[in-house]
């Protein structure tokens, strides 16, 4: 038996964002990021919605780039005084995963973070508020998955919270909003969502629910990204609805390593954070040639690059076509391809490999690895990790 699980409703296209106002309760605490929404004009137009819909609306403003646990608990106090029956998250992935895991903290408050590190032992949710997630950006797809990713700096670690209670009630997925980000960001939200889709894909937890949303993602997404990153909105907005499916894929079919290595290395070091999504492009080829050691797995990529029209006459031939397009897309997009490149070398070497056993350690036990195609070893996963930051292959497939 598996499940499939996805928002109530989902609201697309340009204007969707007035949606709010259908929506029926007498409070709504909106949590933002940023100033993004704010200068662009779509946090008043959040407020305005939700008034109109007869809500007294508070704000949450400033949660900053990977969540921190401190922040998520200040903003489970602010709820707990407000008494909200709808929590609204506008921005990007960082306040919508922040929201959620507020949203568990206001309805359960004796809850300790380290029980929600155990996947999908939440809570049941919705005894006081429904959530609605409106994404500015085309990566996380958090508007429409079962998870959260949540830092915990005293400990350097990033960690996936999973659990269905947490999939939105409502999701307002209006690419008018992503037409705001920046080039970078395009680039990191829309290799992210990359990512999403190919490892859903190759998921032990795929199915054939995930698999078709899975395919159409990862062909919209390298017919479009490279043009949305220079500037064409018609391709941002493909990219807007891209990332959503490829959303509705992995928060079903679950994830993989190149997931777990970023969630591990993201926060881990001393010179800087390694951003998520150039994370996952970096390490995703290394990925697919690692996993493809298994059989099976190497066929479903070959399945993937056989869908978006790559050469190859054998498996391998197509495998490795699949990992050619990958690294061709980081370079359109401006993305190192290891991570002793990253942002000018930030990332020191010798701090990498003193840290590399236990950064590996932690990533092998991270909640995607169970659902990567091929298991791995902490060993494997040093070897690995070690490729990803020399770019050069060290680990047998």
């Known amino acids: 038996m598996a499940r499939f699980t996805l928002p109530r409703d989902i609201y697309h296209g340009k204007g969707s964002l007035a949606e709010l106002r259908t929506l029926r309760g007498s409070k709504a605490f909106v949590v933002v990021g940023g100033g993004s929404m704010k200068r662009f004009g779509f946090l008043d137009k959040v407020e305005q919605y939700l008034k109109e819909a007869g809500m007294e609306v508070r704000l949450f403003e400033g949660v900053e780039p990977d969540p921190s646990v401190e922040t998520v608990m200040r903003g489970a106090a602010a709820m707990r005084e407000f008494q ?4 609204v998250s506008i ?9 959620k895991a507020m949203w568990v903290f206001y309805e359960y408050p004796e809850t300790s973070f380290d029980e929600l590190c155990v996947p999908f032992h939440f809570p049941t949710l919705r005894t006081k508020a429904r959530f609605c997630a409106i994404p500015s950006t085309s990566g996380t797809a958090t508007e429409v998955t079962a998870f959260s990713v949540i830092t915990d700096d005293a400990k350097g670690v990033k960690y996936p ?3 269905f209670n947490i999939t939105p009630d409502v999701a307002i997925v209006d690419p008018e909003l992503a037409e705001t980000m920046p080039k970078k960001l395009t680039a990191h939200t829309g290799m992210d969502a990359l990512t999403h889709a190919i490892e859903a894909y190759v998921s032990t937890m795929h199915c054939e629910y995930t698999d078709p949303l899975a395919l159409h993602a990862i062909e919209l997404i390298s017919a ?9 909105m018609a391709a941002r907005d493909k990219m807007h609805d891209a990332q959503c499916l490829a959303g509705m894929a992995f928060s079903n079919a679950l994830l993989g390593i190149t997931h777990s290595m970023a969630h591990k290395t993201g926060a881990a070091f001393s010179g ?7 994370a996952n492009a970096m390490y995703l080829p290394k990925v697919i040639r690692f996993n493809a050691g298994e059989p099976e797995a190497a066929e479903r990529y070959a399945q993937i690059a056989r869908f978006i029209h790559l050469k190859g006459e ?3 031939e197509l495998v490795e076509a699949l990992v050619n397009r990958v690294n061709e897309m980081n370079a359109e997009l401006d993305i190192p391809s290891r991570i002793k490149d990253y942002e000018g070398g930030i990332i020191d070497e010798k701090e990498f490999m003193e840290k590399l056993p236990r950064v590996a350690e932690l990533a ?3 909640a995607c690895t169970g659902s990567n195609p091929r298991r791995i070893t902490p060993a494997q996963m040093a070897e ?5 930051y020399f770019d050069k292959e060290t680990v047998k497939k």
Request: hydrophobic fraction near 40%; aromatic fraction near 4%.
């Open 84 to 87: 909200p029956d709808w929590i």
């Open 91 to 99: 921005g990007g992935g960082s306040p919508i995963d922040a929201a």
């Open 161 to 163: 919270l999973a659990d």
């Open 224 to 232: 479009n990204l490279a043009a949305s990153y220079n500037g064409d």
């Open 272 to 278: 800087g954070h390694i951003v998520h999504g150039a």
């Open 314 to 316: 054998t498996t391998a």
């Open 364 to 366: 092998v036990g991270d």
């Open 384 to 388: 690995l990790l070690k490729s990803c």
